[in-house]
C-alpha cells in the first residue's frame, strides 16, 4: 500500500489546466500524473531545503586560479565541511580559470552555510548552488 499508485481526482479551471498542459509538454512529461507527481517532488525539496532538512546537490565555482589566496581558501573552507561533501572534481577550464563541482549531501542549513562561504571568497568569479532530494521517499 505504502508506494502503490493512488488514484485521485483533481479539478482545476480550464485556463489553468490548459496553460499547465502546455507547461508539461515543453518540459517533456509523458503525462500529468508524471509532472503532478515531479511538481509535488520539486516542492518537498524546496521545503527540505527551507527548513534545514536533508538535501543533495552541486555547488559550481569559476575562480581564478592564478590568485593563489584563493585556492587556499577554498581548500580550507571545504576541509572545514569535510562531514558533508561527497566529492569534488576540479577542471582546468583555460589558462586563467578552474571550474569546481562539489556534491554535498546533508542538511539543507549546513550546505547553505557552505555555498555562502564559497561564493564570498574573493576571487571566486561565478557560484551556483543546486538543490536536489536527498533520496528519501518524496524529497523529504
Ligand atoms: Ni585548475
Redesign the pocket.
Known sequence: MKNDLVRFGVSLEGDLLRKFDAFIGAEGYDNRSQAIAGLIRKEFVSDAFAHGGPVAGAVTIVYD?HRREVVRKLLDIQHDHGGIIISAQ????DHD???EIIAVKGPGAKVKVLAAALKAVKGVKHSTLSVTTAGKQGGK
Open positions: 586560479h576540479h577542471v582546468h577550464l580559470n578552474c571550474l
